[in-house]
């Protein structure tokens, strides 16, 4: 069974849409983050939630909203998408200092 | 000023070679991880490190508490070892991650 996943793994979508990445972890973590690797591989930290609570938000365009229905599930929801939002996003969750990653969703908008 | 610092940047090695990818970070942290991440791949996990040192196959890891220092050794590499090397730092109690820039390893036959 998959700890961290993501769906979809590939999204091409059009400037101007708006379109969401899923998450879902069965490890029973309590903090999952949202991550934007960018054309040099370096991964910025956009959101974290415990709890379902937000507890880091990071400067990213309000455009972007992450929603957990549920600890096991952090989503991310992005409005009115743009060319710089093309990206790898990686969701992750966490628990006393151990880390782990989805596959990623490679964005591209066009 | 990135809170982890990773050197080098870019590394290439001929197969059989000993490699070292350095780790500094400036913040307190619970656990120190060294990932690992092949082009187009996903980000898996390979170490992690809250003192002294593990090993794991060819792979090892070292952490320095006291100098905020962690190295990650490959001996005898191999092609397939080639991939992008990140280190990343959880700080309590929320467990935010700091990352590393990455290490770019292509390893030749």
């Known amino acids: 069974d998959t700890a961290v996943s993501q769906t979809p793994k590939y999204l091409v979508t059009q400037m101007g849409n708006d379109k969401s990445i899923k998450c879902e972890q069965n490890?029973?973590?309590?903090?999952m983050y949202w991550y934007k690797q960018d054309s040099k591989k370096f991964l910025k930290i956009m959101f974290s939630y415990n709890n379902k609570e937000l507890i880091i938000n990071e400067t990213v365009p309000n455009r972007f909203s992450p929603k957990s229905p549920d600890k096991a599930h952090l989503n991310l929801h992005i409005n009115s998408l743009e060319l710089g939002d093309s990206a790898v996003y990686f969701c992750a969750s966490s628990h006393g200092g151990a880390a782990f990653f989805g596959q990623g969703t490679r964005l591209t908008v066009v | 000023k990135n809170e982890v610092e990773q050197s080098p940047q870019n590394l290439t090695a001929q197969e059989g070679e000993f490699i070292t990818i350095n780790c500094s970070y400036s913040v307190g942290i619970s656990a120190l991880h060294w990932l690992q991440q092949h082009p187009g791949g996903g980000i898996v996990s390979l170490f992690m490190l809250s003192s002294g040192k593990k090993k794991h196959g060819r792979l090892i890891a070292t952490i320095n508490i006291q100098e905020k220092h962690s190295s990650l050794h490959i001996t005898a590499s191999h092609p397939r070892d080639s991939a992008v090397y990140i280190c990343a730092v959880a700080q309590g109690p929320g467990n935010q991650f700091y990352f590393g820039t990455g290490t770019s390893l292509t390893v030749i036959p």
């Open positions: 490890l029973g973590h309590d903090t």
